[in-house]
């Protein structure tokens, strides 16, 4: 079975500042999405980003970006030029893409960010 | 556009009566719902994945009987939550998926309902 780590309960940035949230991720399969989901304290959840496995290049939205090592089974999110909007819960999340399995999200624990003026 | 309602925010009940939340997608058809469970400062837990028409699959350990969960048309999808006791007590959160959307087939999210059983 998928398992989602998030190794970091807590985080904090200085506005203007640049943070990076740590995930990682076990898998036998070759093939899968990865996201990053933002849930503020109106505990709406948001996509932030998102890596599909076969893709080697890094997905980048905005000041969002990831650092996606598939041997390592990491896939980091970078957050430059922290806003105070940016606090929240951020959950990594992987789903399969095998078609038998392919919607289910695998949420980690999450990363609650906190952004000081 | 892909905006997922849910009904109510915020529920609170006495033990032992049941409770509906219901799920909508406001301007797509979603064949796929999913039901999830989030307690206070933790992680978001799959229960059931709810397809229109059809019968939901739930997740291990999730009692089906307890979380009644019924996909009756392709833009709403509820859960009743039978015989409500204190444990039962979280914040439900449903997403809808948007067919036919590309590869990604992406979870939109219901902004919560919570849950407080007296």
């Known amino acids: 079975a998928q398992t989602v780590t998030q190794s970091q309960p807590e985080m904090s940035v200085q506005e203007a500042e640049t943070v990076t949230l740590s995930c990682t991720y076990d898998?036998?399969?070759?093939?899968?999405?990865l996201f990053w989901y933002k849930q503020p304290p109106s505990r709406q959840m948001i996509l932030v980003i998102r890596q599909e496995a076969y893709k080697q290049q890094n997905a980048t939205e905005n000041r969002f970006s990831v650092n996606f090592q598939k041997a390592a089974k990491s896939f980091s999110l970078k957050i430059s030029d922290s806003q105070l909007g940016d606090a929240a819960m951020y959950f990594c999340?992987?789903?399969?893409?095998?078609?038998?399995?392919?919607?289910?999200?695998?949420f980690g624990t999450g990363t609650r960010l906190q952004v000081f003026p | 556009g892909a905006v997922v309602s849910q009904h109510p925010s915020w529920v609170i009940c006495k033990s032992g009566t049941s409770v509906k939340i219901e799920c909508r997608s406001l301007?797509?058809?979603?064949?796929?719902m999913f039901w999830y469970r989030q307690f206070p400062k933790k992680s978001l837990m799959l229960m059931a994945t709810?397809?229109?028409?059809?019968?939901?699959?739930?997740e291990q350990g999730v009692e089906k009987d307890k979380f009644l969960i019924n996909h009756a048309s392709l833009t709403l999808s509820t859960l009743t939550v039978t015989s409500a006791h204190p444990e039962d007590s979280s914040f439900y959160i449903c997403?809808?998926?948007?067919?036919?959307?590309?590869?990604?087939?992406?979870?939109?999210f219901g902004p919560g309902t919570r849950l407080t059983v007296l």
């Open positions: 301007d797509f058809q979603a064949t796929t």
């Open positions: 999340a992987y789903r399969s893409s095998r078609s038998y399995n392919t919607d289910k999200l695998i």
């Open positions: 709810s397809n229109e028409g059809s019968k939901a699959t739930y």
């Open positions: 898998t036998s399969e070759s093939d899968y999405y």
């Open positions: 997403s809808a998926r948007v067919a036919g959307r590309g590869i990604y087939n992406e979870q939109f």
